[in-house]
């Protein structure tokens, strides 16, 4: 019983720790978020003695945090949908089909995973600019799909390979085409992993700054993210105003890790311990 209690307090301390540590800058962000500005500057970690919901109020209607919500919202959802789109398809493909050179198209797509968007920045800026990409939704979306491309194939691949053979051999015979074994058999069956990843993605692409930044200069069509960093000037620091808008922007985050975590922990298992 020892050994056991010892065990359970070696794992339970750090898992606490890192618990607290998590959920801490939230926390400090919705103390700050309800303070006004004299109390911020007087004592920025005590604790509020009233909920001001008027910051919540300025910082939704000073830079038109409504036009850059929409605006995210289309550009992840767009996105999401081709990610699914186009993953499934090649996962289906690099995993199911066999062809000639498969196993090197595939290590290309993980080659993708290693690339930082800071080193094809600036020449990919270019391009964008060259063909009247730039700030543009289309741009935006290429973007996103490019970047998490890869790893969009990585875990649909995975899932696939563990999909016996012999049910895309029997659908084969049955007189299904290619594309009918990836609509009446594949999709259902990874339907786990499609979750998973679309969830995923879908907060890569919520959370993004820097290709949204390069990619949107035009205040028009800025995401809530570079919406967020506007409430900050030079020469103006209102930072419950701030703080407003980084819990009106984690908010939808929050919401989705709450009612899905099961779904983003088992799908990324799953596509991770099979083949």
Known sequence: MSRLRLGFWLIAVPMSLLALATIYPLLFTANVAMKTRRDYILDRFSLTDALRWENISAAWNSVGMGRYFVNS??????????LLLLGSMAGFALSQLRFRGSSALFLGCLAGLFIPFQVIMVPLARIMADTALIDTYPGLILVYVAQFLPFTVFLMTSYYKGIPPEIV??????????????????????????????????????????????MMPSA??????????????????????????????????????LFLQRQIADGVAAGSTKG
């Open 169 to 214: 051999d029997a659908a084969r015979i049955d007189g299904n085409t290619v594309y009918g074994v990836y609509r009446r058999i594949m999709l259902p069956l990874g339907t786990p992993a499609l979750l998973s990843v679309g969830i995923l993605n879908a907060l890569f692409c919520w959370n993004d700054v820097l290709m949204a930044l390069v």
């Open 73 to 82: 919202l289309f550009v992840v959802t767009v996105s999401v949908l081709l």
């Open 220 to 257: 028009d069509h800025r995401t809530l993210m570079i919406g967020v960093t506007s409430l900050r000037g030079q020469y103006s620091d209102n930072i419950p105003t701030f703080a407003s808008g980084v819990l009106i922007a984690a908010i939808p985050v929050l919401l989705v890790y």
